[in-house]
T-cell receptor, first 115, second 115 residues
């Protein structure tokens, strides 16, 4: 069965520090991979996605993620965190064809940013 | 464009009552889905639809019904509410074709409490 693991439930970083959020997936084929961000009381917003091609993908708000097939990972990174990045981050994988997708989400990582 | 609109935003029910959570999107998305979000469990797929007249079960379908009579609307029905259904519910939709295929667009959520 396909699954998504985010091993860190909470992460705290200082403003200006670098950030890496981990995501591992278990899936038999090359999945579609996503990172979403959820601010308090809000819905989820797409940060970036990987479908194929270049394994380093750039997203909004200065985030990037790298797909590593050998490690079944899709870690999210940001070189310098801003206080406004405090939120919950979800990794997701999607299986499907012709748009018949089933999405599996990780349990999320809550990011706290210290001033 | 309004995007994905969910109503109501908040609802309190008594055990055994029924209700419908409404979801509408104005982006002509073929794919629509319902998730529930519970602390420490991420988002879990309840039901999804790949087009009008077509629905299918997700990970946690028990206690919920859906229908898709139009492309725009995808209501979620709780037939006999139980305290275990206390959660935040998100509707999400997606294109099936084109450059944004697979990207989920989320509503702002509906917080349901069952007493």
């Amino acid at each position: 069965a396909q699954s998504v693991t985010q091993p860190d439930i909470h992460i705290t970083v200082s403003e200006g520090a670098s950030l890496e959020l981990r995501c591992n997936y278990s899936y038999g084929a090359t999945p579609y991979l996503f990172w979403y961000v959820q601010s308090p009381g809000q819905g989820l917003q797409l940060l970036l996605k990987y479908f194929s091609g270049d394994t380093l993908v750039q997203g909004i708000k200065g985030f990037e993620a790298e797909f590593k097939r050998s490690q079944s990972s899709f870690n999210l990174r940001k070189p310098s965190v801003h206080w406004s990045d405090a939120a919950e981050y979800f990794c997701a994988v999607a299986k499907g064809n012709s748009g018949t997708y089933k999405y599996i989400f990780g349990t999320g990582t809550r990011l706290k940013v210290l001033a | 464009n309004a995007g994905v609109t969910q109503t109501p935003k908040f609802q309190v029910l008594k055990t055994g009552q029924s209700m419908t959570l409404q979801c509408a999107q104005d982006m002509n998305h073929e794919y629509m889905s319902w998730y529930r979000q519970d602390p420490g469990m991420g988002l879990r797929l309840i039901h999804y639809s790949v087009g009008a007249g077509i629905t299918d079960q997700g990970e946690v379908p028990n206690g919920y019904n859906v229908s898709r009579s139009t492309t725009e609307d995808f209501p979620l029905r709780l037939l006999s509410a139980a305290p275990s259904q206390t959660s935040v519910y998100f509707c999400a939709s997606s294109y099936k074709r084109g450059p944004h295929t697979g990207e989920l667009f989320f509503g702002e959520g509906s917080r349901l409490t069952v007493l």
